[in-house]
């Protein structure tokens, strides 16, 4: 039992160990995998820029500064001198800044230019845009003023402008943000015009980049959850193997126990009988030797008996069942089998017998058919603790006959059920101890069921009975 338990948990660490190692190595290619997308897009995108400007002379950006600077001129001639306080001025400043955003976004050709260079170069073409404004201010060169629109966003002062040619600082990635993540950088531009000066970056983004990440590393994460799956049925397929294996181990030294706890019994009466028969006074009287030799005679039918049920299924395991079939009606032979039975137990239980079988005849082999519906009555009336009640029914359908025979004995746990068709197999509860047995007589009723081309079932209620069918076909 402690061997098991330290199997298991063993088992289950170094799947564990095996698992996170997995997915560790899954994290580092998919970091490396998205890195590399993030390269490929870059250039992809820089290069397009590059083309851009040496073949149309633009950054896709003309027309927006075209437009911004107009309105940039309105702002400063009309607008500006029209504020009288702070707060007017910062609502007017977020206005400009909301306004130009929109121009920047709406009026740019960079994003159809690099949509028709990703088609050109047969890559995904399905991103998004982001601009992204570092530093916006609006100048009058003539009136020599200017105001910063996004001074609070970047806390430059408005009496310490940036010198010309330097960038301000960028805005700090809000982590939060996926798409800060997740988005590429093509490039960084700065623009001066009669009324504004400007610093933004221009983002991309790809919607289905996740998927396409996956799909790239599909064949590496299909052969790690390959080889998960095969290390865990490997796993289970051998600590199953060594339950059995112990399963069956449990069982044999059982069989050794209850067998030679079967065999003692009718050596020791027999060697019991033997000293009977030497003592002066037994052998004075005609009817004690009689009495004695009839029991040293039962025993060892009894003895030759068990002696050949061992020897018969150690055969069955080195040689395939070798049946002598005849055509026999099966209604017939249950009543037979029934009435031997009665007799030979001196009418040890209540026996009801019901066929339905029409006169049915099916091929069996007569002594092995015997043998197995014995080995069920005689257990209906081993594991029995009242009076035993055996009801045996046989129907019959298109091509089969099922024969039941049901007890009122102490029944069988819903868990041990499936097994105790198993070789050696004994219920290890109850009254065991009580009834003597090998564990072989229905597996006995197994094997014969089986060879017969048919099977055998049970169904059980602890305390209140079992019913077993045996199934043939006819
Ligand atoms: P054995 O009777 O020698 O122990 P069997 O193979 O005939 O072996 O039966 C296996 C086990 O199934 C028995 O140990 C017993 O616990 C259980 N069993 C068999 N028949 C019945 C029955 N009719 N009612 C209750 N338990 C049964």
């Known amino acids: 039992m402690k061997s098991k338990n330290y199997i298991l948990i063993f088992g289950i660490i170094s799947i564990v160990i ?27 995108s820089r290069e397009a820029v ?14 927006a500064f075209f437009i911004m600077d107009k309105y940039a001129e309105g702002v400063m001639t009309n607008d500006i001198s029209k504020i009288k306080s702070e707060a007017e001025l910062k609502v007017k400043k977020e206005e400009v800044f909301g306004d130009i955003t929109k121009i920047m976004n709406q009026e740019q050709d960079l994003s159809i230019y690099l949509s028709a260079y990703f088609k050109k170069f047969r890559v995904d073409n399905n991103f998004s845009f982001q601009i992204v404004i570092n530093s916006l201010y609006l100048v009058d060169f003539d009136k020599k003023f200017e105001i910063y629109l996004n001074e609070d966003l ?42 504004f000066n400007i610093s933004f970056d221009y983002f991309i983004d790809f919607t289905n980049k996740r998927n396409m990440v996956l799909r790239d590393m599909a064949a590496s994460l299909g052969m790690s959850i390959f080889s998960i799956i ?22 044999k030294t059982d069989f050794i126990n209850n067998m030679t706890h079967e065999l003692k019994t009718p050596l020791s009466t027999i060697t019991v009988a033997g000293k009977t028969l030497e003592m002066a006074q037994i052998r004075a009287d005609d009817s004690k030797i009689l009495e004695t030799a009839r029991m040293i005679g039962k025993q060892s039918v009894h003895l030759n008996q068990l002696i050949n049920l061992i020897l018969e299924i150690s055969m069955w395991e080195r040689t395939q069942f070798q049946l002598d079939k ?64 055996i009801s045996i029914e046989g129907l019959k359908d298109r091509d089969k006959i099922y024969i039941k025979v049901s007890d009122n004995g102490i029944g069988i746990d819903r868990a041990e059920q499936k097994h105790v068709f198993d070789k050696f197999y004994r219920v290890s509860s109850g009254n065991i101890h009580k009834t003597k047995g090998l564990g072989l007589g229905l597996y006995y009723v197994k094997r014969i069921a089986e060879s017969h081309g048919g099977d055998v079932t049970v169904t059980s209620k602890p305390g209140k009975g079992s019913i077993f069918t045996v199934i043939l076909p006819y």
């Open 230 to 251: 095969v290390v865990l049925i490997i796993f289970m397929i051998t600590y199953h193997n060594l339950m059995e294996e112990k399963r069956l181990s449990n069982l």
């Open 50 to 63: 590059d083309q851009l400007r040496s073949i149309k002379k633009t950054d896709g950006f003309d027309t």
């Open 18 to 44: 095996l698992i996170s190692v997995q997915i560790f190595i899954i994290k580092s290619i998919w970091i490396e995998k998205e890195i590399m997308f993030d390269m490929k897009y870059k250039s992809l």
């Open 326 to 389: 005849k055509n026999i009606d099966i209604g017939e032979l249950l009543n037979d089998i029934v009435e031997s039975f009665r007799t030979g137990c001196g009418n040890c239980a209540k026996i009801t017998q019901k066929y339905e079988l029409d006169g049915i005849k099916a091929d069996i082999d007569m002594v092995y058919f015997t043998t197995m519906i014995n080995n069920l009555l005689t257990n209906a009336v081993k594991y029995s603790d009242k009076d035993p009640e």
């Open 154 to 195: 970047f806390n430059i002062s408005k009496h310490d402008p940036p010198v010309e040619g330097s960038q301000a600082p960028p805005k700090p990635p809000d982590m939060n943000d996926q798409k800060v993540t997740s988005r590429i950088l093509v490039q960084r531009f700065t623009r001066e015009d009669n009324y």
